[in-house]
């Protein structure tokens, strides 16, 4: 089995880079989408009908930000779409799909500006979230989205300098700690332990040709998923976004 997590960062706009063209190429059982910045109406039919898929979606009340679509070959059989705090539940950042093996879920952390005003929302938000996991921590979980925090010094280009900026501050990347520590496995660091692999690349300055960039992406499972775990991939190649792809292959 293989799931995707990607932020589009706009999906009409990715689309016309050639979405489909990368989701045939990297062939997912299950792709995540984050940042989709779009209403029902806005997204192009096929995807909502993608050939062997069915689509899933929470869209933010606010036409044009936020919201996560999940496309998957296997229905599950339950939805939840609400973590129960309104704002967050307000901006369609949530969708948790049960299976009967596992459960999966999408999330798309709020950014707390570069001003941080909004860095107290955000770390409500790793609160209900950690507590929400704390509740079905027995059970085997995927958890894909874009968390906008780098976590260690590896996961960005430039730690020194951004060590007071937004996405790097120590109350944020004490959530990556607390939610590891709840023997959740950063699938990417199982098997690289090395510095230069990012996810997501400022427009300006030419980063992404640099490679100044962030890994704020990431792909968790539960400890008890462990075994079934065979690799876990960057697709930094895959443009559309000033984010890429990345990848977990399950037994």
């Known amino acids: 089995m293989k799931i995707l997590s990607w932020n589009v960062n706009g999906l009409r706009s990715v689309y016309k880079k050639g979405l489909i063209k990368s989701l045939k190429s990297l062939k997912p059982d299950i792709v995540c ?21 069915f689509s899933y979606l929470n869209l933010a009340e606010r036409k044009g930000y936020s919201g996560i679509i999940i496309l998957a070959k296997k229905a599950p059989l339950k939805i939840i779409n609400k973590l129960g705090l309104k704002r967050f539940d307000q901006e369609g950042r949530f969708l ?25 929302y955000k770390l409500k938000v790793y609160k209900y979230f950690l507590n929400h996991l704390k509740k079905i921590k027995n059970k085997k979980i995927i958890i894909c989205g874009d968390f906008n925090i780098a ?60 490679n100044l960039g962030w890994r704020i992406d990431y792909i968790f499972i539960s400890k008890n998923l462990i075994k079934r775990l065979r690799g876990a991939y960057i697709y930094s190649k895959v443009l559309g976004s000033d984010h890429c792809p990345i990848g977990v292959g399950f037994k």
């Open 96 to 120: 948790e799909l049960v299976y009967s093996d596992f459960i999966l879920i999408n999330i798309y952390m709020p950014h707390g500006s570069r001003d941080k005003k909004n860095l107290k």
């Open 33 to 53: 989408f984050q940042e989709i910045k779009a209403q029902e109406s806005d997204i192009p039919h096929i995807l909502l009908k993608y050939q062997g898929y």
């Open 151 to 210: 976590h260690e010094d590896i996961d960005l280009a430039r730690p020194k300098s951004n060590r007071h900026n937004i996405m790097f501050t120590s109350p944020e990347r004490k959530q990556i700690s607390d939610l590891i520590n709840l023997k959740f496995i950063d699938t990417f660091r199982n098997f690289n332990q090395e510095g230069g692999y990012y996810t997501w690349w400022p427009y300006f300055a030419k980063a992404r040709q640099r």
